[in-house]
């Protein structure tokens, strides 16, 4: 297992990032290959993209010394086995969530995001100087995994339903793709859970095979053509608010790197994981509008719904960590530090949101 890792300074790598160029012009190291699999469809541009992001600036950091080559889901590996091809080598490092594999361990799901939990800021807080990123990384060590956020979506939808959905009695017995422990919440509301990569939603939900999914925000969600399988879109995502997507990096090929490259795989990823948020705030802002436009009926879960999925969250934290030691561990840190951002959130940004939605 591997020992517990000081976090590194994000600023300085990514300072010293700056620098790598004309560093690396003079190093004597060999030129290195490696391949990422991924989660995504290239059509999901701006998921794989991130992708494609952090591969294209470790090459242009390392002077064409470190080259990183990404495939889209399907090509190496399923979308949902990413995990496990990093995990024995097939391929150096994957791009993907977390969350897909809590059934290896639960407390995975945190990486990612996890119901009634941070915001993309919050998230990046907890991760990156908040003991978040070293707690998750405890537990992919055991996987001979060690990871790196690579990506945000920033706040998600809801989902999309081929009916509308007001009261609890409405999820019973309703088919819906929805991972993580958010799937594990509607299943304890009556939902029949299904996990499908990206490229699968559309079909299934056309077909009728599932009655609503969830997959990230109005932008991807318009490239996969949900909204010409199901009309009604709700929202808030409550089950991620803040969704994180991760750099999985095998941990022998990681030891085996040189310093330099380290710290640029290290930097490219920081700055991938910004990047990423900002176009998704743009990109979304943009085509939620175009949808309502085209006959998209938006739609906010009700106060009965939002409660009891509440309630059912904090009573699956509580089952998770009677079980599983791990989940336990994260789950405590990541308590603590969620009572402390959000009582200083409250104060900071819930104050000025609340005043200007109410006097625009």
């Known amino acids: 297992i591997m020992k517990r890792r000081n976090l590194i300074n994000y600023a300085t790598v990514v300072a010293a990032s700056a620098v790598a160029l004309p560093a690396l012009s003079q190093t004597k190291h060999q030129q290195i290959k490696w391949k990422m699999t991924t989660s995504w469809p290239k059509s999901l ?169 969830e997959w990230a925000g109005p932008y991807d969600d318009e490239k996969l053509g949900l909204y010409k399988a199901a009309k009604y879109y709700y929202y808030p995502g409550w089950w991620e608010p803040g969704p994180t997507t991760d750099i999985l990096i095998n941990l022998d090929a990681w030891n085996k790197l040189p310093k330099e490259y380290q710290e640029i795989f290290q930097a490219a990823a920081y700055e991938t994981n910004l990047n990423m948020l900002a176009q998704y705030d743009l990109l979304n802002s943009k085509a939620l509008p175009k949808l309502i436009e085209k006959g998209v009926q ?24 009677s079980k599983n030691e791990s989940f336990k561990k994260v789950y405590q840190q990541w308590k603590k530090f969620r009572e402390q951002v959000f009582n200083w959130n409250k104060v900071n940004e819930l104050s000025f949101t609340l005043f200007v939605e109410q006097n625009q």
């Open 298 to 321: 938006l739609k906010a879960f009700s106060p009965e719904i939002m409660a009891a999925a509440q309630k059912a969250t904090f009573e699956i934290y509580e089952e998770n960590a």
């Open 45 to 213: 541009d701006t998921l794989f993209g991130g992708a494609q992001r952090v591969c294209d600036r470790v090459g242009a950091l390392s002077n064409g010394k470190f080259i990183i080559t990404p495939y889209q889901a399907g090509e190496i590996v399923g979308g949902l086995e990413v995990l496990d091809s990093v995990q024995q080598g097939t391929v150096q490092c994957g791009h993907t969530s977390s969350y897909y594999y809590k059934g290896k361990n639960s407390a995975l799901v945190f990486a990612t995001s996890v119901p009634f939990g941070f915001t993309a800021q919050q998230q990046n807080a907890w991760l990156y100087y908040g003991g978040g990123l070293e707690a998750i990384q405890e537990v992919y060590a055991d996987f001979n995994v060690i990871n790196f956020p690579g990506g945000n979506t920033g706040g998600q939808m809801g989902g999309w339903f081929r009916q509308e959905i007001n009261t609890l009695a409405d999820l019973n017995g309703l088919k819906m793709r929805i991972p993580g422990l958010g799937g594990d919440v509607m299943s304890k509301l009556g939902v029949s859970v299904q996990v499908l990569p990206g490229g699968e939603v559309y079909l299934a939900l056309e077909r009728g095979a599932i009655d609503a999914a």
